[in-house]
Structure formats: C-alpha cells, structure tokens
C-alpha cells in the first residue's frame, strides 16, 4: 500500500501543476472582476509556444515561448474587452477557437500534417537535497520539474500579495466596486490590462509546463479543456489562492486515481475514467457554488 | 423606396462578409506562404464550382450547421450561453441510433421515432446543465463544456460497448434499416431530405422568435430578465429553462439527421465540430433563426472548401477556425462599438449581469 502511494501523490502533484498555474492566473484575472473563458486558448497556445520555443532555444526558449503564446491570447482579450468593450464570454469562446485554429495550423504547416512525433526537449525532476529524502512525501513532492516548486512559491506568495500589500488590495477593490475604486484613484484598466497579461502568461506557462515536463511533444487542441477545469477550481477555491492549490490538488487526486485504478485492473470502461475529470468539475460545481461568493463585479459589463 | 433599402442592405452587408472572408484567408495564405490562387481555386470547387461539391458536399454540410446555429441563437437569445451544442448533437445522435438499432424491420415512421429520440437525448444533455445552473447556479459556459467531453466519451464507450457491431473489430455500430434511412433528394448526389426537416424548423423556429408571444417572451427574458419578471410577469427561470433545453433538441436533431441521413451508424466522429462553427453561424447571423440559413450555407460551403484546399494545396484544414474565430471577434467588437454608440449596454451584457448578480447574491 505504502509502495503505491509515492507514486500516486507523484502523479498527483504531477497533474495539479499545470491546472493550479492556469487556475492561480485566472484567479488574478477574476479578482478584478473580469472572467477569461479564454483561458483554455492560453494554455493550448502556451503548448505550441513551448515546441516553437524549445525547437529554437531549448527548454528555457520553452519556457518563453510558452509565456508569449500565453501573453498574446491574454493581450487580445485585454484589447477586445478592455478597448472595444466586446462581451467578455463570447471573446474568450473566440479566442479559444482562435487558439485551435491557429496551433493546428500553425503546427501543420511548420511541422508537417502527418503529425509525425516530434521531441520537444524536456526539463527533467530537480530533486531537493535533504528534503526528498522525507519518508513517503519526500519524493512525490520534491523531485518534480523545477516549474512545480514555482507553483509551490507562488501560491503563498499570491495569498500574501493579495491580502497584506496595497497593489493587492487596489486589485480585490476593482473586483467588488471598480466605481469606487476608480473614484479612490486606482487606475482600474490599467491594472485589469495588467491582471488579464499575467492571467495569460501564467496559461500559456500551464500549456509549457504540459510540453516541456509531461509530454515531450506537442499534440493538436492537447489543452484538452484544462483551462476550463482551471476556471472551475478557481470557483471551487473560492476566490482564494490557497484554496486554489487545494482544488488543483483535488483534480491532481482524481486523475492520479485513475490510473491507479487502470493499473488494479478494474472491469469498468476506460471511458469512465476518461470522464472522470470533467464529471468532477461538474459535480465539484454544483457543490461549491452555493457557498462561495464571487467577486461583486465578477462579468459584469464594463 | 426605404423598404427596398432595407432589403438591399443585408444583401450587401452579406456579399461584403464573403469578400472579407476570401481576403482574409488570401492574406493569411500568403502570409503561409501558399499558392494563393491554386488554394482559393480549390476552395471554390470543393464548396461551389460544381454541382456536386455544392450539394453533395456544402448542402450536406449546411444541415447540421443551420439546426445547430437556431439552436445557439435560441440559447443565446434566451441569455442562456449554451456551448453545448456540439454534446447534445452526439447525444441525439447516440439516442437516434439506439432507437434505429432496436427496430431494424420497421417502415419509415420508425425514422420518425427515431428523430423524435434524437432530439429528446439532446434535450436531455441539455437538460443535466439547465438543472445545474437553475438548481445550484452552475455556470453553464462551463459545465456544457464539460459535458461536451463526457459526451464524447460516452459515444466512444457506447461504439466500442453496448452498440458496437456485432464483429466487434471497429469502434462503431451497425448499420440502421434501409427503412429508416433518410431518403435521398433525387438528383442532388448526396443530399437528403434532412435538408427539408432543417429548413422546415428552422423557418419555423425564427418565426416564432419573430411573430409568437411565446417568442417574444423568450427575447424578453434574454435582453432584461428583471424587467420580464416585474413588468411582464413572465417565469423568468422557466423562460430560459425551457429555452435552454429547446436548443438541446434543435442540437440533438442535428445528430439524428446525420446518423440517419449521412452515416447510417454510430461513430465517434460523427460530427467535425459542428457544434463549435454553430456559435459563428448564430452570432454572424444576429441570433435570427432565418439569417442562419444563410450564414450556415456560408460556412458550410467554407467548411467545405477548406477541406479541398487541404486535398489539393496542402493547406491546414484548421485555418477556417481562425476565420471562424476572427469573424466572431469581429461580430462582437462591432456590436460593442455601436451598442456604446446608442445606448449603455447590450441585451448579452445585461443577461450576463443580471445571472452573476442572481448568482452572487
């Protein structure tokens, strides 16, 4: 039992990782009241960045193309929504799309339509010395690619900034009265263009993440709806940067399970635990959503 | 001689679109550095050159889109953002399908039951979200997104499990009875009378939306819910529950008509995203049922096209998402400049607002 369960937490942390970086930049983008559904499309452009980027510059040209393929989805929707006005939902659904459309062409025209496997360049586990070596824990949690113990840093680090500093309160004030903070003198789209850039970069570096430390390689529409999941922990979170990582935990949980059960050999449907993320999100859903309470000006029109 | 205009202009802004969207996909073919016209020429032959391809390959294609386009712009007039279309086809095609299977010497009006059954699933998937989102304030935006995925596994388990052919060597069902299949239309290739159904609904659907209090209503409750509940003393959750699982079934016919009039069997691809480009065609089309047809014969005739650009140029198929998706960014862009123009705020917007308002309280 005990042999199983460093693997299981493992791949626990392995599959939070990517959704508590997309779910913690959300939460910034949410925080001031606006809600990015194109979300989705920044991790899938962060995936092809980090091909495009490793082919060109190893893994940390990875790294940055997966941010910049982030960034240029959350720099649109910041232009449509915050410039034009556009309707938050309906930009971010077209962004997605534009996300798909794009990367597939994109990856079909610069690496073939064959799809044939290509190797992007992997950041392997960094172990931590002296910690790793903590029974049961120790290696699940610190012998994982160097993006997880950024995760690790920045969720504290988020919680901290949001509740103690000025920036972080100007930030949770646009989120509830944007009115009111305007009129107290915050440059409310400034911050919001700035809150929707690092919601975008911190996608595309979850879509990174999938190519540089899971994969190795990059696959048409591989986001495989993470951003949507990541849009409902932040819900599940409650708002929260720590409650955030624990609800990406909880989605880490419920995938590491299935293969768990894969390997046991289980007679049911290798659907079911195909499903089985996005059946917990809907469930995870309707039991959250009567107990959080959102941002007071959470998709409103501007 | 105002009316003439008026029926002048649509016309014009249609034929500006077309003429955007070829210029788009030449600037981003030349851009990829494509044979522009080699790749444009086959978009035309593969969507309209021929009697063929227009039928057989853009008519057959325009089916799904205009059912599951009047399905979006019911949703979305209703203020209900269902991105579900695309689950609830694959679920009225699944329950056409089993239907079909069950009764495999029956005569045509089993193609009747089986329709009826198709739309019925895709009510049902419809459903799970509508109750969601009345019952626990789920937003819908993504849990139809969720149940988009299930659906897609669901169908790969039922062609692979319950509905598999009898060989069990491919991930798909046997084939429905002659009997229950859609007809074909005589000389028109490929197409069937789906082609009839779809435009049957959907003239119907828009008339109703335009000319019915029940359609009237729905519009209501989509642009102001407050003032539908005060003023009109309309059941405003019973409104967009009702509008939210009438899309479902548009959808899920959608599905059935293509198990029964292209495919004749269960497969997990059954549909290249229809429920997707949907969202386009609704919102090109102002969410009005009757410019549907036309903005679903566009993107089906583009859909079309770029599959024959692909075949004979070389050109990624995907490209017509990025026009899909451009297209859509710049529908709303332009709704937002002249709504701030007019007034203060959109009917999307106010619905919007008033849900999350709904919800956070």
């Not at chain 2, 077309?18 to 788009?24: E, G, P, Y």
């Not at chain 2, 057989?56 to 209900?80: D, E």
């Amino acid at each position: 039992m005990i042999d199983a369960l460093t693997p299981f937490l493992a791949a626990t942390i392995r599959t939070a990782t990517p959704l508590a970086l997309a779910a913690l930049g959300e939460l910034l983008v949410e925080r001031t009241g606006l809600i990015n559904i194109g979300l989705e499309g920044a991790v899938l452009a962060g995936a092809f960045g980090a091909l495009a980027g490793a082919t060109a510059g190893g893994v940390a040209g990875g790294y940055a193309g997966a941010m910049l393929g982030g960034l240029l989805i959350g720099g649109l929707f910041a232009f449509c929504v915050l410039v034009l006005r556009a309707d938050q939902i309906i930009t971010g659904m077209a962004l997605t799309l534009l996300a798909v459309g794009a990367t597939g062409t994109l990856y079909r025209a610069m690496y073939g339509a064959t799809g044939a496997a290509l190797h992007a360049p992997t950041s392997g586990p960094l172990a931590i010395p002296g910690l790793v070596a903590v029974p049961i824990v120790g290696e699940a949690l610190f012998d994982q690619p160097a993006v997880t113990y950024l995760v690790y840093l920045l969720a504290p680090l988020l919680a901290w900034w949001l509740a103690r500093t000025h920036a972080g309160l100007a930030l949770r004030a646009i989120g509830e009265r944007p009115d009111a903070a305007a009129a107290a003198g915050i440059a409310v789209t400034r911050v919001r263009t700035l809150a929707v850039l690092a919601g975008g970069a911190l996608g595309g570096l979850a879509g990174g993440t999938l190519v540089l430390a899971q994969a190795g390689t990059f696959v048409e529409n591989m986001s495989a709806g993470r951003g949507f999941i990541a849009l409902a922990i932040v819900v599940l979170g409650r708002w929260r940067p720590l409650g955030v990582a624990l609800g990406a935990l909880l989605f880490g949980a419920a995938s590491a399970l299935q293969f768990a059960f894969q390997a046991m050999g289980w007679g049911a449907p290798y659907q079911i635990f195909l499903a089985a993320p996005y059946l917990l999100t809907l469930a995870a859903l309707a039991g959250a959503m009567g107990r959080a309470r959102a941002p007071a000006a959470l998709g409103r029109p501007l | 001689m105002r009316a003439r205009a008026r029926n002048v202009r649509p016309v014009l802004i249609a034929l500006a679109t077309v003429a955007a969207i070829i210029a788009a996909i030449a600037l981003l073919l030349l851009v990829g550095g494509y044979d522009v016209p080699r790749s444009i020429g086959a978009l035309w032959t593969g969507s309209v050159g021929s009697w063929y391809a227009f039928t057989s390959a853009t008519l057959v294609r325009a089916v799904p889109l205009m059912l599951t386009g009047c399905a979006i712009a019911v949703a979305f007039r209703a203020g209900v953002f269902n991105i579900g279309a695309e689950g609830q086809l694959l679920a009225g095609g699944a329950g056409a399908a089993a239907v079909a299977l069950m009764l495999p010497q029956a005569h045509g009006l089993a193609a009747v039951l089986a329709l009826a059954a198709g739309a019925a699933a895709g009510a049902g998937w419809a459903g799970i979200a509508a109750l969601l989102r009345e019952r626990f304030g789920v937003l819908e935006v993504i849990s139809t997104i969720m149940l988009n995925f299930v659906a897609l596994y669901a169908v790969s388990f039922l062609v692979r499990g319950p509905l598999q052919e009898p060989t069990h060597a491919y991930p798909q069902s046997s084939s429905i009875a002659e009997a229950i299949r859609l007809a074909h239309i005589p000389g028109a290739g490929r197409l069937h009378v789906g082609l009839v159904i779809a435009l049957g609904i959907t003239l119907a659907v828009g008339w109703l939306l335009r000319y019915a209090a029940s359609g009237f209503r729905l519009t209501i409750v989509g642009e102001s819910p407050t003032a539908a509940a005060s003023a009109g003393e309309i059941d405003v959750r019973r409104e967009t529950t009702l509008a939210f699982v009438a899309s479902g079934a548009l959808a899920g016919l959608a599905g059935a008509i293509e198990v029964l009039g292209v495919t004749y069997a269960l497969y997990e691809d059954l549909s290249p995203g229809y429920g997707y480009t949907a969202i386009a065609v609704a919102l090109l089309a102002g969410l009005d049922p009757w410019r549907v047809i036309i903005t679903a014969l566009l993107f089906a005739a583009l859909e079309a096209g770029a599959g024959a650009m692909q075949r004979d140029a070389g050109v990624p198929s995907t490209l017509v998402s990025v026009i899909e998706a451009l297209l859509i960014l710049g529908v709303v862009a332009a709704q937002a400049i002249r709504v701030r123009r007019t007034s203060s705020a959109t009917a999307v917007d106010d619905t919007a607002d008033d849900v999350l308002q709904e919800r956070s309280a």
